[in-house]
């Protein structure tokens, strides 16, 4: 159980392109759903986190017009990266969790984004 | 200020003996830690978990072991497989900021046949 599905999981894009990635929570329902970004040999920073139905909370440093989440239902949230430039690319992560108790977060396989 | 410090970059261990990962903490308010494994190209995947109101936590080849007056705390692998070979994040988190994760940097653990 606790499957978390993040799609796509590779995209090459031209610069100025936005690109959204879905993070889909299979077999449970996720009231909060995270969104990480990782550098090459870094840990995963936090960008945000995102609860149905309300506006997600960012990160300190983390540009809202940027990264725009979304999190219509309980199984599915949204990152877009609007305008996307080369400094840009990365690993992108999400998480889902069921409840805001002590429930560990289940993870997506990540997607790698490349902005050419 | 990296409130959670993996200092060993990497590991390498033997098949079939222990392997054992390190991770301090900095903030007293945490009161939930765990521990993910990462396989390059992949997300992390939860292993084990320990709260703050324990100090063993123990599921089949893994324990953890957490000292809160050290701020510290541990993953032991016994018997090590060629298997575990992944990346080993500790996290850790508090009810005060709404669970959120902080994660360390991380510790690449080989295991040798």
């Known amino acids: 159980g606790a499957v978390v599905s993040q799609h796509p999981s590779w995209v090459i894009c031209k610069s100025g392109t936005s690109v959204k990635i879905e993070c889909r929570s299979l077999?449970?329902?996720?009231?909060?759903m995270f969104w990480y970004r990782q550098f090459p040999k870094q840990s995963l920073m936090l960008m945000a986190t995102s609860n149905e139905g309300s506006k997600a909370t960012y990160e300190q440093g983390v540009e809202k017009d940027k990264f725009l989440i979304n999190h219509a239902s309980l199984t599915l949230s949204t990152l877009t990266v609007t305008s996307a430039h080369p400094e840009d690319s990365s690993f992108y992560i999400c998480s889902a969790r069921q409840d805001r108790t002590n429930q560990p977060q289940h993870f997506g396989d990540g997607t790698r984004l490349s902005i050419l | 200020d990296q409130q959670v410090k993996q200092n060993s970059p990497s590991l390498s261990v033997q098949e079939g003996r222990i392997s054992i990962l390190n991770c301090d903490y900095t903030n007293s308010m945490f009161d939930y830690f765990l521990w993910y494994k990462k396989y390059p190209a992949e997300g992390p995947t939860f292993l084990i978990s320990?709260?703050?109101?324990?100090d063993k936590n123990e599921d089949g080849r893994f324990t953890v072991f957490l000292n809160k007056s050290a701020k510290h705390l541990s993953l032991h692998i016994v018997p090590s497989q060629p298997g575990d070979s992944a990346v080993y994040f500790c996290a850790a988190s508090a009810w005060e900021y709404g669970n959120k994760l902080v994660f360390g940097a991380g510790t690449i653990l080989r295991v040798k046949s």
């Open positions: 320990i709260s703050s109101i324990k």
């Open positions: 077999d449970f329902q996720a009231t909060t």
